[in-house]
């Protein structure tokens, strides 16, 4: 596995996104092998799993030039249903999972941080789902995450502006629990720990109860967002999104 890193101690699983030079953007290749590992440490027999990512931050989102390798509908499919089946299974999974962010987490990779339960953050973690900026919505179960912490009006403007939040504005937004004073790795660890030391059976049963009731509604906004990507990807706003991107300056935006 050359993406992830995968370390189990005691009762806790540790994985890690393992793409830094890239602030671990998501390609398809990627993907797949997310979908592979996130399997097995479902299997894992340790009751608490960390998530995180190496280098300068958590997870940058997709990688753009993704954007060409998914051209064709069966390509986007299958990328969409890895996506779908990596935050179902972190959501679903009899774990408690939680998400230990640092520097930019961005679009689907706020998608994944969110999917889990609890989510530590560094100060400087800087968050955001710009989707926007591209004339894209949130995928990876982006709008049922935002309307489970914000509430649809809000989540619809964090949606609509693509704003970039530092970790303490997110926490007082409530789009993370709890911002740590150390090291990201060393805090998560801790606390993942302290977790694997009271009666897991009980919250995970917990967790369960409400996510039972969650898991369906989930699934229809993945669908909604796989085909609403692929309707958007054709428009004019999207192409000039990404040529503005790549050409490194503002997009003239048109509406359609």
């Avoid at 706020?110 to 919505?137: H, Q, T, W």
């Avoid at 302290?194 to 409400?210: D, E, G, N, V």
Wanted: proline fraction near 3%; hydrophobic fraction near 40%.
């Amino acid at each position: 596995m050359s993406y992830f890193e995968v370390e189990q101690k005691d009762n806790v699983v540790h994985l890690r996104i393992n793409r830094g030079e890239k602030y671990n953007a998501l390609n398809a290749e990627m993907l797949s092998e997310f979908v592979e590992v996130i399997s097995e440490v479902e299997k894992n027999e340790a009751q608490v799993v960390v998530l995180s990512g190496a280098g300068s931050g958590f997870c940058a989102g997709g990688d753009i030039s993704m954007m060409e390798q998914i051209a064709q509908p069966e390509a986007f499919d299958d990328v969409m249903k890895d996506i779908e089946k990596i935050v179902t299974k972190i959501y679903t999974m009899p774990k408690v999972v939680i998400s230990a962010i640092h520097g930019p987490v961005v679009g689907l990779g706020l998608s994944i941080a969110l999917s889990a339960d609890y989510i530590m953050a560094e100060p400087d973690a800087k968050v955001s789902m710009n989707f926007i900026g591209i004339g894209l919505v949130p995928d990876g179960g982006g709008h049922f995450w935002l309307q489970e912490r914000l509430g649809t009006h809000k989540a619809k403007q964090f949606a609509w502006n693509g704003e970039e939040l530092r970790a303490k504005e997110a926490f007082d937004h409530h789009l993370v629990d709890e911002v740590v004073d150390g090291d990201i790795f060393e805090e998560a660890d801790a606390l993942a720990l302290k977790w694997s030391r009271r009666p897991l059976k009980a919250m995970i049963a917990t967790k369960q109860i409400y996510h039972q009731y969650g898991t369906a509604k989930l699934m229809e906004y993945l669908e909604k967002e796989r085909k609403t990507q692929w309707d958007l990807r054709q428009s004019h706003d999207h192409k000039e999104g990404v040529q503005a991107f790549f050409e490194k300056r503002d997009p003239v935006f048109k509406g359609y």
